[in-house]
T-cell receptor
Framework: AQSVTQPDIHITVSEGASLELRCNYS??????LFWYVQSPGQGLQLLLK??????LVQGIKGFEAEFKRSQSSFNLRKPSVHWSDAAEYFC??????????????FGKGTKLSVKP | EPEVTQTPSHQVTQMGQEVILRCVPI?????FYWYRQILGQKVEFLVS????????KSEIFDDQFSVERPDGSNFTLKIRSTKLEDSAMYFC??????????FGPGTRLTVT
């Protein structure tokens, strides 16, 4: 069955340090890949997405993610974390794009804490 | 900036009661979705809705669930007879095209 794994439940980084959040997927073909962020009391905000083409994608708030087919991974990175980045981050895949479908399969999320 | 809104933010209901969760999608969006997240678990897809009909639903979305777009602006999720295991955060999402889903802040449903 298709699945998304985020191995890290909780990560703490210092402000200004670099960040990498891991995401692995299990699927026979190349899925459509997404990263969402959720701040407390807020909805899920789309950070970036990958459908095809350049495997390094840029998103909002200075985030980027790299698709590595050989590792079935789509890790999220940011070179310098800000205190406002503290939130929960969700990796997701969509398997049925085309027509009117587009249901997302989410990972369990990684909670990011930022130390001053 | 337009956003998806959901009401109420928290709903408490007794087992067996009907609940309706309301969502106002972004106005020019055509694709609508419901997801849920049971505490401590993953966000799970429930149903997608396009062109006034369900386009896809998960196995979670059984006969107890229904969706409606009653007036062209609201998008509702109805649970006919709630069970304890329906307690979760329910997220509505909408998109102008298929490849972007804008999520609302969620409704926390507690079934007692």
């Amino acid at each position: 069955a298709q699945s998304v794994t985020q191995p890290d439940i909780h990560i703490t980084v210092s402000e200004g340090a670099s960040l990498e959040l891991r995401c692995n997927y299990s699927y026979g073909a190349t899925p459509y890949l997404f990263w969402y962020v959720q701040s407390p009391g807020q909805g899920l905000q789309l950070l970036l997405k990958y459908f095809s083409g350049d495997t390094l994608v840029q998103g909002i708030k200075g985030f980027e993610a790299e698709f590595k087919r050989s590792q079935s991974s789509f890790n999220l990175r940011k070179p310098s974390v800000h205190w406002s980045d503290a939130a929960e981050y969700f990796c997701a895949v969509a398997l049925n794009y085309g027509g009117s479908q587009g249901n997302l399969i989410f990972g369990k999320g990684t909670k990011l804490s930022v130390k001053p | 900036e337009p956003e998806v809104t959901q009401t109420p933010s928290h709903q408490v209901t007794q087992m067996g009661q009907e609940v309706i969760l309301r969502c106002v999608p972004i106005s020019n969006h055509l694709y609508f979705y419901w997801y849920r997240q049971i505490l401590g678990q993953k966000v799970e897809f429930l149903v997608s809705f396009y062109n006034n009909e369900i386009s896809e639903k998960s196995e979670i979305f059984d006969d107890q669930f229904s969706v409606e777009r009653p007036d062209g602006s609201n998008f509702t999720l109805k649970i006919r007879s709630t069970k304890l295991e329906d307690s979760a955060m329910y997220f509505c999402a909408s998109g102008r095209v298929e490849d972007e889903q804008y999520f609302g802040p969620g409704t926390r449903l507690t079934v007692t």
